[in-house]
């Protein structure tokens, strides 16, 4: 079993920073990889970010160049640096586990989802 805690979300004004964490327990190190969803109010969760179990990263193109997976395999925490923010990055952003083999920009081979942390950008 997997559990996911996220971390770091807040309000910040249009431009600012924020750093995402995710701290994960149990036994991801079988998995594909991990990633980055958000869900605005009213839509869709969406895919953000993901990291293969190898390194290699993706990326949704509205935040390619502005925000940046990486990982942290000693203290088991992926995280998501997000600068350039802007109000439509405003959601709650949820961190998971792909543990089947599939796309990385969909949720479809994501299993074990956190709470979420909410990111509120103003203009």
């Known amino acids: 079993q997997v559990q996911l805690v996220e971390s770091g979300g807040g309000l910040v004004q249009a431009g600012g920073s924020l750093r995402l964490a995710c701290a994960a327990s149990g036994r991801t190190s079988s998995s594909y990889g991990m990633g980055w969803f958000r869900q605005a109010p009213g839509k869709e969760r969406e895919f953000v970010a993901a990291?293969?179990?190898?390194?290699?990263?993706y990326y949704a193109d509205s935040v390619k160049g502005r925000f940046t997976i990486s990982r942290d395999n000693v203290k088991n925490t992926m995280y998501l640096q997000m600068n350039s923010l802007k109000p439509e990055d405003t959601a709650l952003y949820y961190c998971?586990?792909?543990?089947?083999?599939?796309?990385?920009?969909?949720?479809?081979?994501?299993?074990?989802w956190g709470q979420g942390t909410q990111v509120t950008i103003s203009s």
């Open positions: 998971s586990v792909k543990v089947r083999l599939g796309t990385y920009y969909s949720e479809g081979p994501y299993d074990y």
């Open positions: 990291m293969r179990s190898g390194g290699y990263t």
